[in-house]
């Protein structure tokens, strides 16, 4: 998109975000989130907090295996 000259929106990033939980690709919705940050948009809280708990329960499970 940033290549086409559209700068996207939080409302942008909020659906990209959801719709890669929605297909369990946890990495790419943590590019997305720091893509977000990195333009200076505030995330909504709800989607980035289920986020951010599955990053910190799959780091915890990886270091109990």
């Given at each position: 998109?940033?290549?086409?000259?559209?700068?996207?929106?939080?409302?942008?990033?909020?659906?990209?975000?959801?719709?890669?939980?929605?297909?369990?690709?946890?990495?790419?919705?943590?590019?997305?989130?720091?893509?977000?940050?990195?333009?200076?948009?505030?995330?909504?809280?709800?989607?980035?907090?289920?986020?951010?708990?599955?990053?910190l329960f799959f780091?915890?499970?990886?270091?109990?295996?």
């Amino acid at each position: 998109m940033m290549l086409d000259g559209v700068k996207p929106e939080r409302d942008t990033f909020h659906t990209l975000i959801v719709g890669t939980m929605k297909g369990s690709r946890l990495q790419d919705a943590l590019y997305f989130r720091d893509q977000m940050k990195e333009m200076g948009l505030q995330p909504d809280v709800r989607p980035l907090t289920y986020l951010n708990w599955l990053q910190l329960f799959f780091t915890f499970e990886r270091l109990s295996v």
